[in-house]
């Protein structure tokens, strides 16, 4: 039986709160929502999302068996250069691994779960991830500013040791134009709410969850908790009724406090679920895009062996406030904002590079010698050790998943940055090794030598002279 | 067997530009006014030098790469001329350049010419460029000189265990010492007198460095003739004689190793011991009279009199408060202002620093005149705390 091995979540650190949006947006009208919604830190994107929910989910895996890895996203950060092949790249997966992006509707997260699962099923793979991430930006006061939020989702698929068996799905499409973009793009149209609320979450959601249940010969009252993307509040309140499900049987949409994670939103929905539940426990996802995919599962005794999740709720509870509407603009590129002239400097952006030096680029592997056990991140041939000095006794070693301490530190306001001022430092990592990396996700008024920190992959520059976006391992400090 | 250096060559002349946001002036202006003056110093024809070297850090902003600039700029008669580069100690690697050729005995005479015109990038700080080629800024953290210094202050800070507040004091009575004596110097970029509470209190720009904590991004130039020293005195009574020029680089295990404890420069340390022993100095707190060292940031300078053993380790703060390194302490340091005020033109800066100590030695050092002294050091750093390149050169009567 196919089923969930392990799951992840990604929330970003900073929080805008949608009073703070509204006092800047009200001449253009009232927020369609309350709360808060978590944004990306602006050297995130759906990428690096997706990398952070799959450190998470992968955390005590053995990701040398994971031979498939699909990544589901509306918000692509290239439509020409694989998203989840940077993703395995940063994760340092083997290269016989099956990557795949799915794309384009709201229900592509569970488009990519569905397909890894069917492939897993008819043997073509054994362990594959599943990513989805999205981080939408749409027109400044628009019904999608106020009510999307920024996260990511992660699944591990395979045979054995699942925490949840995946019982069975069922899907509709419909060619129903809620949003759209065409390519090139940026920003989204939305047609009027009321039709997408009458004629689409309220029409299809029942539609999906009636064909499962139909399918499976299921009733509605088996299910501990049923998760339907829905991302109009008071239209998830009302389609609780209508399915006939009792308020314990809903799972929280997230609305309030993270948005509407687009993909990642049903995905997001099911790591909290399953956060939750019990042995025996079944599960029913509802996604929504053009039409919908449902599915469910049961979940296992191994539930209760699942630990050292961050998942939603740990995410949950690391926030900071962004504090200003105008910062998120400037992290989303809606407004241009001055990095002054030595800002529009930039680096050459060298692909020979960036494909030659991979693994050490986007999957933060250095060196270790094997004669002295030095490890050494750039990459080294001639180990830096001065009483050892071995050529070419070096093996690969990853640093990304290493916990480390600051070991020296500034925060500096010379350096171009988005968001004033560039963090930086040394990091000595556990079982050695020494790097000089930028901190990210961090309040310079905290750091302090011999501070815990781990490792995030983000965004390091964007070269838009030639269409890059470059990444790297950046260092966030642990606060508490 | 190697002999080294040690007082085979003498220094007979030495010209300096004023420094500064030279917005009058270009490239070219600034190698004629100090290599006019220079030549004028020595006393010399043109035609009597017999190779050149030319230091410039960041050609691709001022001039272009190559040693064609000093030759098609100063009309030199197809001598030979070598371009050298070597982070901020550019300048003494041209003398290094022009005092070693002579020392070996190829030529007699030689020229040593270094010049920056950094302020024709429209901003503060220095150029971002590719220093460090295409693939640093995707490995290692965003970087800049304050940012990369700064560091080194937060662990000096918390290796000896000072609070933020006496950390930052100590390091701005370095800035005002040299605020002072840069007020005296008439060519210093930065002329006025600095209260220790204006820089305290002065914005930060890498924490924890504020504003004057960081030296001065400076247009300039500056150059130094040297000839064997059995022929110096022919040129002048007074030649200032070389006694030793030594540079460290550094390996690599500062970045990359876990021993280095990122509050000290190991290659000025290195480079420091392998002078001291070329110019027979058994004590440096003793028996240098004065230096000028590369202050680019005050921490830089508080570290280096740890790492020329003008102080012992960790305790450079008493020294400071002491007043060791004022103008008339026991040891003066900076006595034109240093990079802090007298400026930073990169490629210039090494020959800046001996310029001063060439004056002093003379006597001609005017309001800032210190008495008698015997021994002048200028120590000259490229590059990080974690990686760098630093030079040492030693001069005597």
């Known amino acids: 039986m196919v089923g969930i091995k392990s799951y992840g979540a990604h929330i970003p650190r900073f929080r805008l709160d949608r009073n703070v949006m509204q006092l800047a947006l009200l001449f253009l009208g009232f927020a369609p929502l309350r709360g808060e919604k978590a944004v990306a830190n602006w050297d995130e994107d759906s990428v690096t999302m997706a990398v952070a929910a799959a450190m998470d989910c992968l955390r005590g895996e053995d990701c040398g068996k994971v031979d498939g890895l699909y990544f589901a996203t509306t918000s692509p950060t290239y439509s020409l250069r694989q998203n989840a092949g940077i993703i395995a790249a940063a994760l340092d997966l083997n290269t016989s691994v099956r990557a795949a992006d799915f794309t384009d509707s709201t229900k592509s997260g569970t488009a990519a779960l569905l397909a890894a699962s069917d492939a897993i099923a008819s043997g073509s793979l054994e362990s594959c991830l599943v990513c989805a991430a999205d981080c939408r930006v749409s027109k400044v006061g628009g019904n999608g500013d106020y009510t999307y939020g920024d996260g990511a989702a992660a699944f591990l698929l395979g045979k054995e040791d699942i925490v949840a068996r995946i019982e069975g799905s069922y899907s509709t499409s419909h060619d129903f134009v809620d949003r759209r973009r065409l390519e090139g793009e940026r920003l989204e149209h939305m047609w009027e709410e009321r039709f997408i609320r009458d004629a689409g979450y309220m029409k299809f959601i029942p539609e999906a969850v009636s064909g499962l249940v139909k399918k499976y010969n299921l009733t509605i009252k088996e299910f501990s908790k049923v998760i339907y993307a829905c991302a109009f509040s008071s239209a998830h309140s009302a389609l609780g009724k209508t399915l006939g499900l009792s308020p314990e049987q809903v799972q929280d949409p997230l609305l309030g406090n993270v948005g509407d994670t687009g993909v990642a939103h049903p995905l997001m929905m099911l790591v909290a679920a399953l956060e939750d539940a019990k042995p025996g426990d079944k599960i029913m996802v509802v996604s929504f895009g053009q039409g919908c995919d449902s599915f469910y599962l049961t979940v296992t005794e191994n539930i209760k062996k699942m630990k050292d999740k961050r998942g939603v709720k740990g995410n949950l509870a690391d926030k900071a406030p962004l504090g200003s509407y105008d910062k998120y603009l400037a992290f989303r590129k809606q407004i241009p904002a001055e990095v002054g002239i030595r800002g529009e400097e930039m680096v050459f952006t060298s692909f020979s590079i960036i494909s030659r030096d991979n693994r050490e680029i986007n999957g933060m592997v250095g060196a270790k010698c094997k004669q002295c056990g030095t490890p050494s991140y750039p990459v080294q041939r001639i180990c830096p050790n001065p009483d050892c000095g071995a050529v070419d006794q070096m093996e690969p070693y990853r640093f990304a998943d290493k916990p480390g301490t600051i070991f020296t530190y500034t925060s500096d306001f010379l350096a171009p940055c988005i968001d004033p001022p560039a963090s930086y430092g040394f990091i000595d990592y556990e079982g050695g090794g020494r790097a000089l990396v930028d901190f990210t996700d961090c309040d310079p008024n905290t750091l302090k030598v011999g501070m815990p920190v781990e490792m995030s992959f983000r965004i390091k520059y964007t070269d838009e002279k030639r269409a890059a976006v470059n990444y790297g391992w950046k260092a966030v400090p642990i606060i508490s | ?397």
């Open chain 2, 1 to 397: 067997m190697a002999e080294g250096i040690r007082d085979k060559v003498a220094i007979i002349g030495m010209g300096c530009t004023k420094f500064g946001e030279r917005f009058d002036a270009g490239p070219q202006d600034l190698i004629v006014e100090a290599f006019v003056e220079c030549l004028a110093d020595a006393g010399i024809d043109k035609k009597d030098i017999q190779a050149a070297w030319w230091g410039v850090h960041m050609p691709d902003i001022s001039v272009g790469r190559g040693a064609t600039t000093l030759g098609l700029t100063l009309k030199l008669p197809f001598i030979p001329i070598t371009r050298v580069e070597n982070f901020c100690a550019t300048g003494s690697e041209a003398l290094r350049g022009a005092v070693y050729a002579v020392a070996s005995g190829a030529y007699d005479i030689c020229l040593a010419l270094g010049m920056e015109k950094l302020k024709d990038t429209g901003y503060g700080g220095l150029p971002l460029g590719g220093g460090f080629g295409y693939k640093m800024p995707l490995i290692n953290s965003n970087l800049t000189a304050p940012g990369g210094f700064a560091m080194m202050a937060t662990k000096y800070f918390s290796k000896y265990n000072l609070n933020p507040q006496d950390g930052k004091m100590m390091l701005a009575k370095v800035s005002a010492k040299s605020h002072k004596n840069g007020a005296l110097s008439p060519k210093a970029h930065l002329r006025k007198e600095v209260t220790v509470e204006q820089i305290i209190n002065a914005p930060i720009i890498a924490w924890p460095l504020g504003l004057f904590d960081c030296c001065g991004v400076s247009d300039g130039a500056a150059a130094a003739i040297v000839c064997r020293a059995d022929m110096a005195k022919k040129f002048r009574p007074d030649p200032v004689y070389v006694k030793s020029l030594q540079i460290a680089v550094s390996s690599g295990e500062e970045m990359m190793y876990t021993k280095w404890d990122g509050a000290h420069v190991e290659a000025a340390y290195r480079a420091g011991i392998a002078a001291y022993k070329e110019a027979g100095i058994k004590n440096p707190r003793e028996e240098v009279s004065m230096a000028e060292v590369h202050d680019c940031f005050s921490i830089t300078e508080a570290v280096t009199m740890e790492d020329l053993q003008f102080s012992p380790r960790g305790k450079v703060k008493e020294d400071i408060e002491a007043g060791r390194f004022n103008l008339d302490g026991a040891q003066p340091i900076q006595p034109d202002g240093g990079l802090k005020c007298f400026g930073h033109p990169i490629g210039a800066s090494g020959l800046r620093m001996m310029y001063e100590m060439y004056k002093q030695l003379q006597g001609k050092a005017d309001k800032r005149q210190l008495k008698d002294p015997k021994i002048g050091l200028t120590h000259n750093m490229g590059g990080f705390p974690s990686m760098n390149i630093v030079s040492v050169c030693i001069v005597g009567k």
